[in-house]
């Protein structure tokens, strides 16, 4: 049976992953799970919680588009803050405001690049 494989960019101590190990346990599927985020404490955190991960110290930025496309499914949960409203009435603010990092932009259309491709797949039958 060909084994899932799945990217959690921006992962966190895992509160996302626990839903999906749940799920996909449950289920019977056979899967990798790849979570990634550039902090080593948190990185231990997660590992404690969610056993089933494999974890990965990288920056979720730095994955090429080849890379990308060699997952089934890709979740991200990058941080939020800098791209709200809250962030954006505090514009006039420099105390307040906080650049947001816009290289989600493009990581989003990288992500949805990726998917169109992972769509063509044989593999992507596994659920
Ligand atoms: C919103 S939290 C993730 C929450 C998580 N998905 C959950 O369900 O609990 C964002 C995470 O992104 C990580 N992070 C920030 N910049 C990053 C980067 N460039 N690459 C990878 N992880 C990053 C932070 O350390 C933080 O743990």
Not at 12 to 32: A, P, S
Not at 54 to 76: H, M, N, P, Q, S
Not at 96 to 120: H, T
Request: proline share 4%.
């Amino acid at each position: 049976m060909v084994k899932l494989r799945i990217l959690d960019l921006f992962c966190g101590v895992g509160g996302v992953v626990r839903g999906f190990h749940k799920y996909l346990q449950e289920q019977g599927v056979e899967y990798e799970y790849y979570a990634v985020d550039t902090d080593r404490r948190i990185l231990i955190a997660h590992e404690l919680l969610n056993p089933n991960s494999i974890t990965v110290c990288r920056d979720a930025y730095g994955f090429t588009d080849e890379e990308l496309k060699g997952y089934d499914f890709i979740w991200a949960s990058p941080p939020c803050e800098t791209h709200s409203h809250l962030n954006f009435y505090n514009w006039n603010d420099p105390k307040k405001f906080k650049e947001p990092d816009m290289r989600l932009y493009e990581l989003i259309l990288r992500l949805q690049k990726a998917g169109n491709s992972v769509r063509s797949r044989e593999r992507r039958t596994v659920l």
